[in-house]
Structure formats: structure tokens, C-alpha cells
């Protein structure tokens, strides 16, 4: 369905009991974000909130898309798959074959609605400019600041628009924007973004860069910013798609190159000047979990500050997850499966992100196998595919009737076709520059795990293939390797050959002497893979210990394997690959970059937030999230120092 306005959206969640209205004063500075914080790490999500006091004119909704159930409200469907299914069947449509008058005559409806999804530009004024403030000033907006060592308060759920000076060619993309003035914020694109191929193509002509900034509105438009869609695919085709009709634009006052939703809450208009110093933007609690450090970023000069009467600040959080990105990503997930399946990997049946592996560490891929190297062939496609070029952990599995959700069972079926000699893949490659396992910043390590079924000619008859259900004895390893702060051994006793272990490094090259050490102890024979964590980390908590794990490695730089004659099968190999997922320092590692903190909140806000509680309406009291991670933090800096 199309909302005619964010005000609608919130509307509907209302009366769909998803939402809370805060009438407390909550202090958009750390508070609304610890607040936020809590209940969106709620089962399913939490709900969303709309802060009505702020301190400022506007109210402040945050966590509106923060589950399943709000995205597919958000989006007008059932279920996120129904989006697929449309996809996939107006793809067919196109693109089957047309033999004769008649099938090309059943085309002509579903093109006049194709025509129907495009925006259009439309005269006059819309109600985004309803307002116009006298003075721009952004200061006068409840732009939160979310993390306690953040550079300042960021604009977290911005709209943003720019044009390419040669083709004229549209891109909205979401970058966030940290405020340094009433007229000036940093514009955080990253080199990959098209945004910043805009921006370069304006320092060839040496003209300043028409940028507008929307927020709220339909909530099609925040959804269609983060959308991984091809170059020159305009966002607000995907938009009218979604919503089911055209999205309507009205030109900028003061930029009048740049169209923006007439329906948006605010429009910040401005530009950027090839010619500026670049601005030292950050740090900035991220959605890695940790903080992303500051940078060198261009310069973004506010021009107008239009809104509508009764605008709705929209903002957004990320942090340690899970978050309300985790369900904007699970939504990319869903939709973009068809187009993916399609287009370029037609053997992919399902797909899915964990929110342990925050996007683009960790996919997990299930394959239609009919041949052998089949599993490399989707590797390559896959990285190859949009901004999959980012993934960094690629599992492939062609497993049976189970969901590729149910980790428990696909776990089972990966390690037990898995090979660890044979059956990894190391690579390098672009990666996300918020990457901080990566030696060189944007470049770094690859790794696919194929977990598919194995043809001989894929099949090395010299390993060990039998899978045998192993009991560790953990204090015995705590006591021989003080290094050693915490085993889970729990995964093998449920067929799942893979230890995680706790350590404490102390010299350089421990992490591999340590794995061969461990590996030359017959009473583990047939562990097919050992992943290591940071000491501070508890590693039977899993989903804690695999998040750690994924930011922390880079799979090429970061692997050992181990291999012994087999005592099980003489004439045999054992295999086991060891992961070293680590911090990584100079001293130990020859690690030269800054190694950003984990995201945590501190005590002051937590105790603020604790005191209101009761005042807010919003139940019992949840305990911070951030204090079962306080052990974990390195020092108080967005740095980590060890």
C-alpha cells in the first residue's frame, strides 16, 4: 500500500499495537538511543516509539522498522517473500517468450502498470515545504547523538539525493551525516557509493554538487535508500513498486536540480564544494557493533530547511546487534533473492544474512547441486553480484527439506560434507570499508565454505571422512593452556564437529602454535574446525561469540590448518582449520591500523535512563544491554587499547 505520509505509517502501527508514545522528556542526547537500545533488543523487536518530548519543536519516532511485522506493515504485504513472488513473476512475464499477437497483447496491462510505478515531478510547492525556515539552522532539528564516544550528534535516517552532472541520472542513497553547525554536516559516502562517483564527476567540472537530504514520508523511501539496486536503477521506481504507485517529487527552493518526495516530514537542501578541506567526521557507534573511526569526509553546506506542519523526526540506531537494521536487512534479503536467483546464480534456492554476521560477514547460500565445482561457480557469481562484493564468509549448502534457518540442522549437514583441507576457499577482495579486520583499509580476506554434497571428482579419498561425536575435557586444557579462558565444547556433542575457544594472546604466532598444539591431541580427532575469540569474550554464549568472531577475522590472513595422520583410519589425514578471530595488534600481529571499541553505553545514561523508567510506559524495567558487554571494552576510547 502507499502511505500518503509518514503520519499515516505511525497511524497504522498504532492502531496495529505497534507503537509506544513517550511523553516523558528524554533527552535526545544519548538517552533516546540507550532507550531505543533496550527495546529493540526485545523479542521480535520490541515496538516502535514515538519520543513527544524532546526539547524541540518535533517529536523523534525511532525503531519504526525494527521487526518483521513493522517492515511487511511498512511495505503493504503479508510477508516479506510476497515481494519476491512479484518480482519473480513479473520477470517471467518480461522476459518469457512472445510468440504470438495475443501474448504480446497480455503484455500491455502489466506495462501500463510497470509505467505507473515511475515518479514523477510536479509543479508548485508539496507539503515538505509547507515551511520553510527563515534561517536554516539544523541545530534546531532533535538530531540524536547515539553513542557516548560519537563525534557529535548524527543525522542517522537521511534521504539523500544527487544527479549525475553528465547523465542527469538520479541516485537516493542513506548516508549518515554528523552535525558540526547550524549550516554545515560531514556527507559520509564511501568510495563504492555511487553518491561519491557523483561527487567525483563534479570535481572534474569543478562545479559545486546539488545535494538534498529527505526525511520521513512514505516509509518506502527509506527502505528503497539502503537497497542494493544495479547503477542507474532509479530508488523511486523500486519505491513505486513497492507502494504500488508513482512517487511524487517537487523541485528543491534552493537546488532546484534535485527533486525530493513532496510527502517528506523535512528536506534539508545544499551542497558540496570540490573545492572545501575535507572534514575530520567520527567516530561513530555503527552497525558492526563497534565504532567506526573518524575519517576525512566532504563538507555538506545547508542552503534551506524546508518541512511540513506537525513534522515527525525519523532517526535510527545501530550498534551491537540486533537492531532495527537487522530487519531493513532481512527485508534486502527476502526481495532481493528473486532478482539474484534470476539473473545471475539461477541454482539459488534460499538465502539468508544472521544478524551475527551484520549483513556482510556472514551469508549463508543453499544450492541446487548438479555437478561438481558447482559450489565455486556460486562463490565467484556471488562475489561478483552488486555489493556481495563486501561479504567476507560465504556458506554454501545444497541440504535437504530443513530451512537454512534452523542453524542447528544445517550446521549438521555442512560439517559433515565439509572437508577442511579441500573445501575451503580463500580469496581477496573489496570489502566494506567499516571492515576493521582488514590490513589495508576497503581490501582484505574471503572465505567460502562449501558444505554442499561432494561428487568424487571433488572428493580427496586421502582425509578423514568420518564424522565421530567427541566429549572435551575442558579443565584439562584450561590447566595445561592458562591462555585459555573459556571452551565450548557443546557443538560436538550434537554432531557438530567445531570447538570455540577463548584466548588470551600473549606473543606473537600464538594463535597458530596454540591450534597445533591442540591439534596434535588425539582426543580430538575429528574436530573439523576450531574458531578462536578474544579472552574477554564468554564463548559458550554463541551468538556473542560468533558476532566477536566474524568483525575480528580476516579469513585469508587469519587461517592455519592442521593436519595429522589419522589414529581413527591408519593411512588417513585428520584436518582441522584454525580461525583466528582475535584483536589484532602491532606488537602481535603486525597490525598497523587503529582497532575501533565494541558500542557500549555509558554509566551515566544508563543510571538516567533507570531513574525515568517508570515514567516512560513501557513496562517493567529492561536492564541495559550494554552492561553485559562492559567486561569486553578495551579501555574508554573508540580505540581499543590493549
Known amino acids: 500500500m502507499a502511505f500518503s505520509n509518514q503520519q499515516q505509517f505511525i497511524d497504522v502501527l498504532e492502531r496495529a499495537g505497534e507503537l509506544i508514545r513517550i511523553k516523558t522528556y528524554v533527552d535526545p542526547k544519548l538517552e533516546i538511543a540507550e532507550i531505543t537500545d533496550r527495546i529493540s533488543k526485545e523479542p521480535g523487536g520490541g515496538k516502535a516509539l514515538l519520543f513527544e518530548n524532546t526539547g524541540y519543536d518535533f517529536p523523534v519516532l525511532m525503531n519504526a522498522y525494527g521487526s518483521e511485522r513493522r517492515m511487511c506493515l511498512a511495505l503493504g504485504v503479508e510477508k516479506l517473500d510476497d515481494i519476491a513472488a ?90 549518515r551525516m554528523q552535525v558540526f553547525g547550524p549550516t554545515l554536516t560531514g556527507m559520509h559516502w564511501h568510495r563504492h557509493k555511487v553518491s561519491a562517483r557523483h561527487f567525483s564527476e563534479y570535481k572534474k567540472l569543478n562545479k559545486r554538487m546539488p545535494v538534498a537530504v529527505a526525511l520521513g514520508g512514505d516509509p518506502a523511501y527509506a527502505y528503497s535508500a539502503t537497497a542494493p539496486l544495479p547503477d542507474n536503477v532509479d530508488e523511486y521506481m523500486l519505491a513505486g513498486f513497492l507502494r504500488k504507485k508513482k512517487v511524487e517529487l517537487v523541485k528543491c527552493i534552493t537546488q532546484p536540480d534535485i527533486e525530493v518526495p513532496a510527502d517528506a516530514d523535512f528536506v534539508i537542501e545544499g551542497y558540496v564544494d570540490p573545492n572545501d578541506e575535507l572534514i575530520w567526521e567520527g567516530p561513530f557507534g555503527d552497525h558492526t557493533g563497534y565504532y567506526s573511526l573518524p575519517d576525512w569526509y566532504p563538507r555538506f553546506h545547508i542552503t534551506a530547511i524546508t518541512h511540513k506542519k506537525n513534522p515527525v523526526y525519523p532517526a535510527t540506531i545501530v550498534g551491537i546487534p540486533p537492531q532495527e537494521d537487522a530487519w531493513l536487512g532481512k527485508a534486502t534479503e527476502r526481495i532481493f533473492l528473486a532478482p539474484i536467483k534470476m539473473t545471475m546464480v539461477p541454482e539459488i534456492m534460499d538465502m539468508d544474512m544472521p544478524v551475527e554476521g551484520v549483513f556482510h560477514n556472514l551469508v549463508i547460500t543453499k544450492i541446487q547441486k548438479d555437478y561438481p565445482g558447482q559450489g565455486q561457480k556460486v562463490m565467484n557469481a556471488m562475489w561478483g553480484a552488486g555489493q556481495m562484493m563486501f561479504n567476507k564468509i560465504l556458506v554454501l549448502t545444497a541440504g535437504g527439506q530443513f530451512p537454512i534457518t534452523d542453524y542447528k540442522q544445517l550446521a549438521q549437514d ?114 573439523k574446525m576450531i574458531l578462536y575469540v578474544e579472552h574477554t569474550v564468554d564463548a559458550n554464549d554463541l551468538p556473542v561469540a560468533l558476532w566477536r568472531f566474524c568483525n575480528n577475522l580476516d579469513p585469508k590472513r587469519d587461517h592455519v590448518l592442521s593436519e595429522q595422520p589419522s589414529t581413527q583410519e591408519p593411512g588417513k589425514i585428520w584436518a582441522c582449520m584454525g580461525l583466528d578471530g582475535t584483536l589484532k595488534t602491532a606488537a602481535l600481529d603486525d597490525f598497523y591500523r587503529d582497532w575501533p571499541n565494541i558500542i557500549v553505553a555509558d554509566d551515566a545514561t544508563i543510571i538516567a535512563v533507570d531513574k525515568k523508567w517508570k515514567e516512560l510506559g513501557l513496562g517493567k524495567l529492561i536492564p541495559s544491554p550494554s552492561l553485559k558487554y562492559k567486561h569486553q571494552v578495551y579501555g574508554q576510547d573508540a580505540v581499543a587499547r590493549s
Open 86 to 175: 512479484d518480482i519473480e513473476n513479473l520477470f517471467k512475464l518480461l522476459t518469457g517468450p512472445k510468440e504470438g499477437l495475443l501474448d504480446k497483447l497480455r503484455l500491455l496491462p502489466k506495462l501500463s502498470e510497470f509505467a505507473s510505478w515511475m515518479p514523477k515531478v510536479k509543479k508548485g510547492r508539496g507539503a515538505c515545504q509547507e515551511v520553510v525556515m527563515a534561517n536554516p539552522d539544523i541545530t534546531k532539528l532533535p538530531v540524536i547523538t547515539c553513542w557516548p564516544n560519537d563525534g557529535g550528534p548524527f543525522v542517522t535516517l537521511p534521504v539523500i539525493h544527487t544527479k549525475d552532472p553528465n547523465t542527469n541520472i538520479r541516485n537516493v542513497g542513506m548516508y
Open 414 to 527: 555442512v560439517f559433515r560434507n565439509l572437508n577442511p583441507a579441500t573445501d575451503l576457499s580463500f580469496t581477496q577482495g573489496p570489502m566494506d570499508v567499516l571492515d576493521h579486520s582488514c590490513s589495508k583499509l576497503g581490501f582484505g580476506g574471503k572465505m567460502c565454505i562449501d558444505g554442499t554434497n561432494k561428487y568424487d571428482e571433488e572428493t580427496d579419498h586421502r582425509y578423514l571422512s568420518s564424522n565421530k561425536r567427541l566429549m572435551i575435557n575442558v579443565m584439562e586444557w584450561k590447566n595445561k593452556y592458562p591462555e585459555i579462558s573459556s571452551v565450548n565444547g557443546s557443538l560436538t556433542a550434537i554432531d557438530i564437529p567445531c570447538l570455540i575457544i577463548s584466548v588470551e594472546k600473549n606473543r606473537k604466532g600464538h594463535i597458530k602454535e596454540l591450534h597445533q598444539q591442540l591439534c596434535s591431541d588425539a582426543a580430538i580427532e575429528g574436530v
